[in-house]
């Protein structure tokens, strides 16, 4: 059986479209430069309203990665 150490960072997507869309952009960017990303949590949800319309979903993560041996 294998341990495991992990890492923990904290990013904010957005989007103009989704929760789900923010949550993707945040890994997706974050997998740009960091390796072995396992697992996200949503820590907070919050938005944008312009002109009494929802304009952006802000969500914040924290993002757990493997730490190499």
Known sequence: MNDHVYRVIELVGSSTETVEDAIDNAVDRASKTVRHLDWFEVVETRGQIVNNEVA??????????????
């Open 56 to 69: 952006h979903y802000q969500v914040r993560l924290k993002i757990g990665f493997r730490v190499e041996d």
